[in-house]
């Protein structure tokens, strides 16, 4: 749910405005709002500081510099900032050495024809009245060539010619001069071999310094707490000898607030936020439901505080889109491995074990549609000795059946959900309408995708629908005003609910073509055989390959397809845009 906000004013004397503010960051109630935009040196600053530390972490924890750096993690930094600037100007060095390396191995590309020479030599040659041009000639012109030059065919390439060209008088050609390299190829070759010795160098100078990766991290949330306290400060209302800061704080804060603010001798105001009022989500689930916030996390989405949470039905048909989506049991056994690995690995000593529930969940999901359908691995080369559980579901017809069902049933409860928070008023009835639109664009998806017939009572239900949807949308003493703003909502609307309904076979579309994967190299691996010892292997390495291509791309067609049936379509019809953000209030340490 989302958890019901006060609205605070803190009154203090401007010379106890840091101490205030400190005494509010230890109660970690209030998120604050500015009243006046921060700036100031120390701000600058410290945002500087940040921007150099979060370069310094970035390029410590890069996979290039993964590995063991023979230097164990240390906690201990002298200077921190002495230490990232000479990270920063190695990683500035190692930059430049790149490029240069890179502009070395075009000029060797761009010689290599010319063969190997000492550029010095012909200039030293030109000096002494030697006129000598690198030029490339079609070699159908060089008999054309006047008597006066000499021609020294260097190398002859897709019908053009290398050459050098001699004469002791300067000789207007045709011809581009190629000019002269800065040095010669071996000098090339070797500045690029010395190049790639000191990158080298400079690359193992840098993964020692990992050491002090944990430690940098330290510091810069250190700094963000110092920046955001600093924010507070030059943020707060200037009232002459009075300052103020607002904010907001749940419901279940407030006394804390009024007690520290009795103790403190502040001057505290308490009211309800107004429509106006920009204010901050604070979802509050229980454990169960809460599993599903990494997701929104990821998606960097939050509700807006006068919208609905959606955490309960987006967990529950998340889940049952991830199962389909999925449709192995043997790929989600893989998932559930997997993620007892990453639990073992990384989940020790974590307070937020969330995540980890939820792929527990999400592959259990993909195991029980796996189980009902008879998929394992592929669905043809296991049939023989295990029978799917529902065999219905086998038919291609009855699950584009059940995607039009799911897409009824979970667009109708978010219209639903609407009408019960619409009640008493009439207004409710207007979803009900909707409802009834639905449930016929059901029976027109039936007709029209799968040929089933239309039934009669399909037309009424298009025809209440109607009717209630233009009478109650925003129903008003005017009854031509209401019927003009349903129709319009109507018109806006009709076409879409019913697309929304059939954008839910994509639950059997892309659930089929992970079966067809599967089933397609299981067929490969079963054509090569397991005759010999060889042909074992090859089938064996198909079947790897197959799977695991699988359990890669499968979690990617959820975060689009899965994710897109909540986001887009379930939440349209809830009327939720995710406008909202994250409730974070000044406190010592960050959630």
Request: net charge positive.
């Amino acid at each position: 749910m989302i958890v019901p906000m006060k609205k605070i004013a803190i009154i203090v004397q401007s010379e106890e405005s840091g101490r205030a503010l400190q005494r509010l960051r230890s109660l970690g109630a209030l998120h604050l709002e500015h009243q006046s935009p921060p700036s100031g040196k120390n701000i600058d600053s410290i945002k500087d500081d940040i921007a150099s530390l979060d370069k310094v972490v970035n390029i410590l924890s890069s996979p290039e510099l993964a590995g063991k750096s023979g230097v164990r993690g240390v906690r201990f930094l002298k200077d921190w900032r002495f230490t990232a600037q000479h990270i920063l100007a190695t990683v500035a060095r190692v930059d430049h050495l790149t490029e240069y390396s890179r502009s070395l191995i075009a000029q060797v590309a761009a010689w290599e024809n010319w063969g190997d020479f000492d550029p010095g030599a012909l200039l030293s040659l030109s000096d002494k009245g030697v006129n000598i041009k690198l030029c490339r000639i079609p070699v159908k012109e060089l008999p054309d060539m006047s008597e006066k030059i000499i021609v020294k065919k260097i190398i002859v390439s897709k019908e053009t010619a290398y050459c050098a060209l001699i004469s002791r008088e300067k000789i207007a050609l045709p011809y581009k001069d190629e000019g002269l390299p800065k040095m010669s190829l071996t000098e090339m070759r070797a500045r690029l071999t010395e190049n790639d010795d000191i990158t080298r160098m400079l690359k193992e100078t840098l993964r020692k310094y990992t050491c002090y990766l944990d430690r940098y991290l330290e510091i810069r949330k250190a700094f963000r707490k110092e920046l955001e306290f600093h924010e507070a400060l030059r943020g707060m209302g200037d009232a002459g000898r009075l300052a103020y800061v607002v904010g907001y704080a749940p419901r279940d804060r407030v006394a804390a607030l009024k007690e520290r603010a009795k103790s403190e001798r502040w001057g505290i105001s308490i009211t309800d936020p107004s429509p106006e009022d920009e204010v901050p989500t604070l979802l509050r689930n229980p454990a169960w439901i809460a599993m599903i916030n990494p997701v929104f996390k990821l998606l960097n989405m939050v509700p807006g505080y006068k919208e609905l949470d959606i955490s309960f039905w987006f967990l529950i048909f998340f889940s049952v889109f991830f199962g389909m989506l999925i449709g192995d049991a043997g790929i989600g056994m893989i998932f559930i491995i997997l993620t007892i690995f990453a639990q073992a690995r990384f989940g020790k000593g974590g307070k937020n074990r969330s995540v980890y529930y939820l792929f527990y969940v999400l592959s259990l999901c993909a195991i029980i549609w796996g189980l009902l359908t008879g998929t394992i691995f592929g669905q043809e080369w296991l049939n023989a000795w295990y029978k799917p559980l529902v065999p219905a579901l086998r038919d291609n017809r009855n699950i584009q059946a059940l995607c039009f069902l799911i897409g009824g049933v979970h667009l109708s409860i978010a219209h639903i959900w609407r009408a019960v928070r619409k009640a008493p008023s009439v207004a409710c009835l207007a979803d009900i309408g909707w409802v009834l639109i639905l449930w016929g664009g059901f029976f027109l998806a039936m007709m029209l995708v799968l040929g089933e017939s239309f039934p009669a009572f399909g037309s009424w239900l298009f025809g209440a629908g109607a009717i209630l949807v233009m009478l109650f949308t925003a129903p008003s003493k005017n009854i031509l005003k209401s019927i003009g703003a349903g129709a319009g909502a109507l018109a806006a609307n009709l076409v879409n609910s019913f697309t929304d309904i059939v954008s839910y076979i994509r639950l059997f579309a892309v659930g089929l073509a992970t079966i067809a994967v599967a089933d397609a190299f299981n067929s490969m691996a079963m054509d090569v055989g397991f005759g010999n010892l060889f042909s074992g292997i090859i089938a064996a390495l198909i079947l790897v390959v197959g799977q695991a291509l699988n359990v890669v791309l499968g979690p990617m067609s959820v975060l689009v397809h899965g994710v897109r049936l909540n986001v887009l379509e379930f939440s349209s019809h809830m009327d939720i845009k995710w406008s909202g953000f994250k409730y974070n209030p000044l406190k010592e340490e960050q959630g």
